[in-house]
């Protein structure tokens, strides 16, 4: 699950520290900055209460309401709250946020307001954030696009917000809109922003969408930046192996072997690849290697059986060793899967080339019985 960072991204003393206003200002606004001050050392909630009552206090009438420094202060006041009062401690009606965010954008519209720099930025952070906390809120309630219209606020409010396309792209794809959460994807990626995570995600969504060039290339950008995620290099490699492109994932062999070597799995791919670039050798050493990790596995004992009758067939010095190979494989094979047509037209054929008419006989009753 997404994780969202709980901490004030511009402190509050800072901003009360490093602002320039005349004697008489601040004295109109000691006691804001006094509980802004104490809310920031003692991180107690009801600080930002008195701040609130403190800024209500001074804005009284039309006048006040023209006072540029005030009119800031107390957006810095109801954004900081309705950032950081999570559970609504302080009790606010629950239009809080949006009339806060109103209030601020009205603010933001007039021109003197660019004097006051961080502070506008202190409160569109705490805006965006806000509307964040409630997006991942929606997401844990499944209510994707309740998440995406929230997180499209902070985006609208903050457009630079850290992850923010991040989490857009994973409510929409929740949604089931693939081809819009590819649009995020393909942004995040274009733009260096996305992590090994992230590609994975998008990758899986290329691939649905058909899309299987994009999803290579989003893959072997990643592992460009992520050399040694497993992954990204499985993922790689099922790409290869899906579009049986075995010379690309030959390339690859290594390093998955490496990463798990005792991974059924990689050794069975390593194998198969191997065994369709005709370098029977390796691919006798993989199969055998897949063998010993899962005895219960149907498909590297009937690989191998059918290795050893190619072979047996190609190289007929040692066709009798590599067909009685074949044959104890194949009918270990048989074993676990007695009724597959397919495998004992092939194990016929074995029985055949070696002159078992017995078993050639025996196997052609049972295809007529299954078949019949």
């Not at 202190?122 to 499944?142: E, S, T, V, W």
């Not at 009758?309 to 074993?335: I, Q, T, V």
Request: with cysteine; aromatic share 12%; charged share 25%.
């Amino acid at each position: 699950m997404l994780k969202m960072a709980r901490k004030l991204l511009l402190s509050i003393l800072f901003l009360v520290k490093a602002t320039s206003f005349a004697f008489s200002q601040s004295e109109e606004l000691k006691d804001v900055f006094n509980n802004l001050a104490f809310y920031d050392q003692k991180h107690d909630l009801k600080y930002l209460g008195e701040a609130k009552k403190a800024i209500d206090k001074t804005i009284q009438t039309r006048a006040d309401s023209a006072k540029m420094y005030k009119s800031v202060y107390k957006a810095v006041v109801y954004s900081t709250i309705a950032y950081a009062d999570s559970l609504n401690t302080l009790k606010m009606p629950d239009n809080f946020l949006s009339t806060t965010n109103i209030y601020a954008d009205t603010l933001f519209k007039k021109k003197k307001v660019y004097n006051y720099s961080p502070e506008i930025t202190y409160i569109k952070r705490n805006l965006a954030n806000a509307y964040i906390r409630r997006g991942f809120n929606d997401l844990q309630r499944n209510n994707y696009r309740s998440a995406v219209d929230n997180f499209e606020k902070a985006q609208a409010i903050f457009p630079t917000a850290e992850h923010l396309e991040v989490y857009m792209a994973y409510a929409v794809n929740r949604m089931g809109e693939l081809n819009k959460a590819a649009a995020y994807y393909d942004n995040l990626l274009q733009n260096g922003k996305a992590g090994a995570e992230v590609v994975l995600t998008a990758e899986k969504i290329y691939k649905i969408l058909g899309d299987t060039t994009k999803a290579l290339n989003a893959i072997k950008t990643a592992r460009a930046i992520y050399p040694d995620n497993k992954k990204l290099l499985f993922e790689e490699a099922n790409i290869y192996n899906n579009k049986k492109d075995y010379v690309a994932l030959r390339g690859l062999i290594e390093g998955l072997v490496k990463a798990e070597p005792e991974n059924y799995d990689i050794n069975f791919l390593a194998a198969v690849c191997y065994d369709h670039l005709n370098q029977t050798n390796k691919a006798e050493i993989f199969y055998k290697k897949a063998i010993q990790l899962n005895r219960k596995s149907y498909d590297p004992f009937f690989n191998l059986g059918v290795l050893y009758m190619k072979r047996g067939a190609a190289e007929p010095a040692k066709s009798a060793e590599d067909f009685d190979l074949a044959r104890n494989y194949l009918e270990k094979a048989n074993e676990m899967n007695p009724n597959d047509p397919q495998f004992l037209q092939t194990l016929k054929l074995l029985y055949d080339k070696t002159g078992n008419l017995a078993q050639a006989n025996r196997i052609s009753t049972q295809l007529n019985q299954i078949i019949n």
